[in-house]
């Protein structure tokens, strides 16, 4: 099913309820720059640990705006995993619920588009508290930043292999990498990340502002 034809489809179902706002047409020229930390990467098993999300709007990240919860993991996690995102257990004892952090999180977002580096993990990892507050998946449309990027690199060299490492895209873009491996770092870059492609195409810079 089409992300449009789902949200009207939803509408007709929720659309008197308590997340319509989910469900209305996305704003122009709107986004919302996702990252999650978790305890692995497996989705099935796994735990949110923290979620930070910042808005773009009118060429500037709005780092006022943004969005930022620590999560009290619902299972203990090993000293490998504290070594990749530095939360340490006693820090993520002191979070918030999970389903807390994504309920907060459904009403700051509303009809928003998302963006991420490999964005469908971390919905993956939202997906089934998504569904439990909700009532239904998650309507938003999305862009992923790899995506756009091998697009982009497709269209200028149709025969080179993409790099799509999150340093080097970065570092192509002219963008500093803030905070590797903190939601917030994470989504703040990418957000950097994603004005940074789009203004090379119009000749223009990009940044962060209130």
């Given at each position: 099913?089409g992300?449009?034809?789902?949200?009207?489809?939803?509408?007709?179902?929720?659309?008197?309820?308590?997340?319509?706002?989910?469900?209305?047409?996305p704003?122009?020229d709107?986004?919302?720059?996702?990252?999650?930390?978790?305890?692995?990467?497996d989705?099935?098993?796994?735990?949110i640990?923290?979620?930070?999300?910042?808005?773009?709007?009118?060429?500037?990240?709005?780092l006022?705006?943004?969005?930022?919860?620590?999560?009290?993991?619902e299972?203990?996690?090993?000293?490998?995993?504290?070594?990749?995102?530095?939360?340490?257990?006693d820090?993520?004892?002191?979070?918030?619920p999970?389903?807390?952090?994504?309920r907060?999180?459904?009403g700051?977002?509303?009809?928003r588009?998302?963006?991420?580096?490999?964005?469908?993990?971390?919905l993956?990892?939202?997906?089934p508290?998504?569904?439990?507050?909700?009532?239904?998946?998650?309507?938003n449309?999305?862009?992923d930043?790899?995506?756009?990027?091998?697009?982009?690199?497709?269209?200028?060299?149709?025969?080179a292999?993409?790099?799509?490492d999150?340093?080097?895209?970065?570092?192509?873009?002219?963008v500093?990498?803030?905070?590797r491996?903190?939601?917030?770092?994470?989504a703040?870059?990418?957000?950097?990340?994603?004005?940074?492609?789009?203004?090379r195409?119009?000749?223009?810079?990009?940044g962060?502002?209130?």
């Amino acid at each position: 099913m089409g992300r449009r034809l789902q949200r009207w489809w939803l509408r007709r179902r929720h659309g008197h309820g308590e997340w319509a706002a989910l469900l209305h047409a996305p704003p122009a020229d709107e986004w919302v720059s996702l990252d999650l930390e978790t305890t692995g990467l497996d989705p099935a098993r796994d735990h949110i640990l923290s979620l930070a999300a910042v808005p773009i709007r009118d060429g500037q990240v709005r780092l006022s705006e943004r969005f930022e919860r620590r999560v009290r993991p619902e299972r203990e996690f090993d000293i490998e995993s504290a070594r990749h995102h530095r939360i340490t257990p006693d820090e993520a004892a002191a979070g918030v619920p999970v389903r807390q952090a994504v309920r907060e999180f459904l009403g700051w977002l509303g009809s928003r588009t998302l963006l991420g580096y490999y964005l469908q993990f971390d919905l993956s990892m939202l997906a089934p508290h998504v569904q439990a507050i909700a009532g239904f998946a998650l309507p938003n449309a999305r862009i992923d930043l790899a995506d756009a990027v091998a697009e982009h690199e497709r269209r200028a060299r149709p025969d080179a292999i993409p790099n799509l490492d999150f340093a080097h895209i970065a570092e192509q873009l002219g963008v500093p990498v803030m905070g590797r491996h903190s939601a917030l770092g994470d989504a703040t870059t990418t957000a950097l990340c994603w004005l940074a492609l789009q203004a090379r195409a119009r000749g223009r810079g990009a940044g962060v502002g209130a």
